[in-house]
């Protein structure tokens, strides 16, 4: 999440053009945010990877959105793009809490994934 943050800041336009058409940089690097939750959440053996997913695909789908309709609003395709993350962070803080919560209960959790061999 921190480096999908990083790599929109750095390839955001200039703030007067910013999201006034599709922001390639930003749906690139959404794309391959996407791919890399869809790559944990098929390994995940929790429930919170794949709701993370299922909210950034919300995310990409709003590039999609200002493709098929260009004259979107400029503040609500901003809306659509970055809001998505607030509801993203707070299930990794739910998962952490949760994963603290099992460590502190039993002092073991077991692995996040069907394939690691950790215990």
């Given at each position: 999440m921190l480096c999908?943050?990083?790599?929109?800041?750095?390839?955001?336009?200039?703030?007067?053009?910013?999201?006034?058409?599709?922001e390639w940089p930003?749906?690139?690097?959404?794309?391959?945010?996407?791919?890399?939750?869809?790559?944990?959440?098929?390994?995940?053996?929790?429930?919170?990877?794949?709701?993370?997913?299922?909210?950034?695909?919300?995310?990409?789908?709003?590039?999609?959105?200002?493709?098929?309709?260009?004259?979107?609003?400029?503040?609500?395709?901003?809306?659509?793009?970055?809001?998505?993350?607030?509801?993203?962070?707070?299930?990794?803080?739910?998962?952490?809490?949760?994963?603290?919560?099992?460590?502190?209960?039993?002092?073991?959790?077991?692995?996040?994934?069907?394939?690691?061999?950790?215990?």
């Amino acid at each position: 999440m921190l480096c999908g943050v990083l790599a929109t800041r750095m390839t955001n336009s200039a703030l007067p053009v910013r999201y006034r058409s599709l922001e390639w940089p930003t749906l690139i690097v959404d794309a391959v945010v996407l791919i890399a939750f869809l790559a944990i959440s098929v390994k995940a053996d929790r429930r919170w990877p794949m709701a993370v997913t299922s909210i950034h695909a919300l995310t990409v789908g709003a590039h999609a959105v200002k493709v098929v309709s260009p004259e979107l609003i400029r503040t609500v395709y901003w809306m659509m793009t970055n809001l998505w993350v607030y509801p993203q962070l707070a299930l990794l803080a739910a998962g952490t809490l949760r994963h603290r919560a099992r460590l502190a209960g039993s002092g073991a959790d077991r692995s996040w994934s069907r394939f690691s061999t950790r215990s």
